[in-house]
């Protein structure tokens, strides 16, 4: 069963913030979050691991709240290069990914 | 440093032709992932595979789909009888080993059914 994207998309001007949310039915072994631009592959941002501490990756941070079985994507003073759609993928412990629908980013001047 | 590698990157067949898809991992990988994603979709999983054996192939239709990884050559992705429904993006991915690692994915195939 796919985890549950929310928002479905957000508009941010250059400099704001903004929070993704990735929730499962399910027990988490892992979290993966991707950006894909259109057209484009997805691609690989963090993976965040049962048990693990909270991750960044430049101004992108993620964490896991494992009892909850969701996630959360931070984009931090968002830059225009953070356009595109974010999904997260995650796993049950079968090592394969169940991939949610998405959220569109769209960040403007 | 070549990452994951698929050919054709678009894939026009008629109808009731098959379809071939090929995925290079990355060098260093030994296990490859298969997802196809319709338009305005997330990517839905079909198919994993290490080399000369399929590990998971719940998400694969049971019937006209395939898959293989020989142990020399790249990983291919077989549509036989094809219908307008398998219109879609085929992106593979690939990961170093079995476990929780990070999947690296292709630029993908299109596949369109006229």
């Known amino acids: 069963q796919q985890p549950v994207q929310s928002p479905q998309a957000v508009i941010l001007r250059e400099g704001e913030d903004a929070v993704i949310n990735c929730s499962s039915s399910?027990?988490?072994?892992?979290v993966h979050w991707y950006r894909q631009k259109h057209g484009e592959a997805p691609i690989f941002l963090m993976i965040l691991l049962k048990g693990g501490e909270q991750k960044g990756h430049d101004k992108i941070s993620a964490s896991f709240n494992e009892k909850k079985q969701q996630s959360s994507l931070y984009l931090t003073a968002s830059q225009l290069s953070y356009s595109g759609t974010y999904f997260c993928?995650?796993?049950?412990?079968?090592?394969?990914?169940?991939f949610g629908a998405g959220t569109t980013v769209t960040v403007r001047a | 440093n070549a990452g994951v590698m698929q050919n054709p990157r678009h894939l026009v067949r008629r109808r009731g032709q098959e379809a071939r898809l090929r995925c290079s991992p990355m060098k260093g990988h030994s296990h490859v992932y298969w997802y196809r994603q319709l338009p305005e979709e997330g990517l839905k999983f079909m198919v994993y595979?290490?080399?000369?054996?399929?590990?998971?192939e719940s998400g694969m239709p049971k019937e006209r789909f395939s898959a293989e990884f020989p142990k020399e050559g790249p990983s291919i992705l077989r549509i036989q009888q094809v219908v307008r429904g398998d219109s879609a993006a085929y992106f593979c991915?690939?990961?170093?080993?079995?476990?929780?690692?990070?999947?690296?994915f292709g630029p993908g195939t299109r596949l369109t059914v006229t």
């Open positions: 991915a690939s990961s170093p080993e079995m476990g929780r690692y990070e999947q690296y």
């Open positions: 399910k027990a988490l072994y892992s």
């Open positions: 993928g995650t796993e049950s412990g079968d090592y394969k990914l169940s």
């Open positions: 595979l290490q080399k000369e054996n399929i590990i998971d």
